[in-house]
């Protein structure tokens, strides 16, 4: 038969392009519809007339044309029983002659809609043609994601060494027996330690009072005061408002005399309650060759106030030595409350780990099929890393779709069937040493509006032990490789109220300047006021979003170019330069076409770490 309906595309002048592929799809058509290759090819020819298709068949139009197919069938079941109203899930059951035997699992104990939201199988090709999330766009139209060309093409590397190459999975057909018999594995399993913290599911937000916000500008303040003092390089700090004409230290607080940005309105400088009743002058940085400032960042100036009214700088220190704490103390222990929810064989004894780092969102503008997302986890099969990281936002509240309201299930359910359903099949197919960190973002519509974030809840408790979700920011280790989240688009807010000076023949990359604003400050954070998109609740940020330690790899993702770097820290007593590779994968979806990720192999140090961009 396939013969037959090759002849029959060629007697009526159509080429096939992926002609296997076509050929087994058309033939399962013929069987299960009961049609013939002449009328198969009629079909077709009627359906890329009205739509103005070439000559040439090409696989991706080939759900859609099935989807005619099924309009048609219900077309005649509908004749043959007149007022008998189908859905489209029943016309696939009566087409696939499952109907009857679905009858007998109507008169079931009823479940929860959560719980069987999250045993229902993700099925791609209902998804991406019969799905209940249809856009006003017709179903039988092919995405612009589906017909994309350059699919998982290596946009950048990290090192000539990295293994990330360019595939396309469609290329490579995969039945059900090849996931049984050919099941991929990882290649170990990796330990795992979440950062413990007061944010758990469901605990109160949105609480913080005004004493709150004061208490936390003022403790950040003070603690970076007595760190700069606890380093020796410095002198108390004093009073930066008192007239002098000696030198003066001060520490304080960049911020804008009025609403508005740096750029148009004077600096100023708040000093802490303790030094200068948390009174504020005004900053000339004239002297000063080269600086970077933000609302909200904390600094140590040197310079002399003459009249009283006015700072004039001469030296501005915007970090702190690694080897004082912010709480002062010269030689800061590590201390992190931690539990280990994995614990493996032994870990190995240089720090080694593979990663899929991906941000949503994880559908395109133009629909809720997910398409994205799927291709990501067909391409995470082959190549087998330890851990898939994904940040949010997973349901996306700036979605058209989830604007319009015209979905069907609630936020919640539609988190646990398009997400959580996928990720299940994912790490069932590759085998219980596969883990899986889920990230929130304060853009996901089924989450708390707050930050920092409260972990997801993950429903599955068969799968509890291998997707995981943290806090936003959240930190953890695994294969003792300390990994730092925070979904916040710090990098684009920074951006946009920074302000800078370079030294005369000086260039510095800026997103490498902004990023080291982060260390500097010792904050996922630094910036205040927030912007209007972020709902910060002082009274939870003071634990979460400090930054108690230098972790190996920092995941911010943001709207900004993707880029995965080596930043430097500093050093500690001269010794060797600490390193982090701080990475930005960019959004996985954009527009109504595919967006990038990041696959990192870690190995023992920043330096020796590979990794690629890739667009998918």
Known sequence: MEQQIKSEFNNNGFLLQDEQQILNKCLTMCVQYKLSPTDLVSSWDAFSLN??????????????????LQNEQKD???????????????????????????????????????????????DSGLKSN?????????????????????????????????????????????????????RPQPTSRCSLEINK??????????????????????????????????????????????ASQKTVFAVGMICCEE????????IMLQSSVEHSGGQRVRLDLQKVEQFSLFPGQVVGIEGHNPSGHCLIASKIIDHIPLTVSTDGNTRPTKKQATQELQSADLPPATPEISLIVAAGPYTTIDNLF?????????????????????????????????????????????FQREIIGRLQDYVECMGSTVLVILVPSVRDAHHDFVFPQ???????????????????PGTFSANQVNVACCTVDILKQ??????????????????????????????????????????????????????????DILIIPSDLANFVRVLSVGKINDEEEIKCICVNPGRLARGEGGGFFVELNFKGHADSTTASVIRI
């Open 51 to 68: 739509r103005g298709l070439e000559s040439t068949v090409h696989s991706g139009y080939i759900d859609a044309f099935l989807q005619q």
């Open 454 to 472: 409260p972990p997801f809840e993950v429903y599955p408790s068969e799968i509890r032990h291998q997707i995981h979700s943290i806090t936003n």
């Open 259 to 266: 609403e508005g940005r740096l750029k148009e309105k004077p």
């Open 370 to 414: 997910f398409e994205p997302l799927t291709e990501l986890l067909a391409y995470a099969k082959r190549k087998e890393p330890q851990m898939l990281i994904l940040s949010g936002p997973f349901i996306d509240s700036e979605h058209p779709e989830i604007k319009k309201g015209s979905i069907n299930l609630t936020y919640d359910e539609m």
């Open 130 to 182: 019969g799905s209940i999330f249809a856009s006003a766009k017709p179903l039988d139209s092919v995405t612009p994601f589906g017909v994309r060309k350059n699919r998982f093409a290596v946009q950048f590397t990290l090192n000539k060494t990295a293994t990330s190459e360019p595939m396309n999975v469609e290329s490579r057909t995969q039945t059900s027996e090849d996931d049984i018999i050919k």
């Open 197 to 242: 913290s007061h944010l758990e599911p469901g605990c109160r937000f949105m609480y913080d009072r005004v004493e709150d916000k004061f208490n936390f500008l003022e403790n950040r303040i003070m603690k970076h005061a007595k760190a700069l003092a606890a380093s020796g390089l410095n002198e108390e700090p004093m009073d930066p408002t008192v």
């Open 494 to 551: 920074l951006s946009a109220e920074e302000i800078s000076r370079n030294a005369t023949g000086e260039s510095k990359h800026r997103l490498t300047t902004i990023a080291n604003h982060l260390w500097n400050q010792r904050s996922f954070y630094p910036l205040y006021p927030p912007a209007e998109a972020v709902p910060v609740d002082f009274s939870l940020a003071a634990e979460v979003l400090e930054i108690s330690s230098i972790p």
């Open 76 to 122: 005649v079941l509908e004749k043959k029983e007149p007022g008998l109203h189908l859905y489209s899930h029943d016309v696939s059951m009566i087409l696939n002659d499952d109907y009857e035997d679905s009858k007998e699992g109507i008169l079931t104990t009823p479940t929860s809609k959560i719980e069987k939201a999250s045993h229902e199988q993700s």
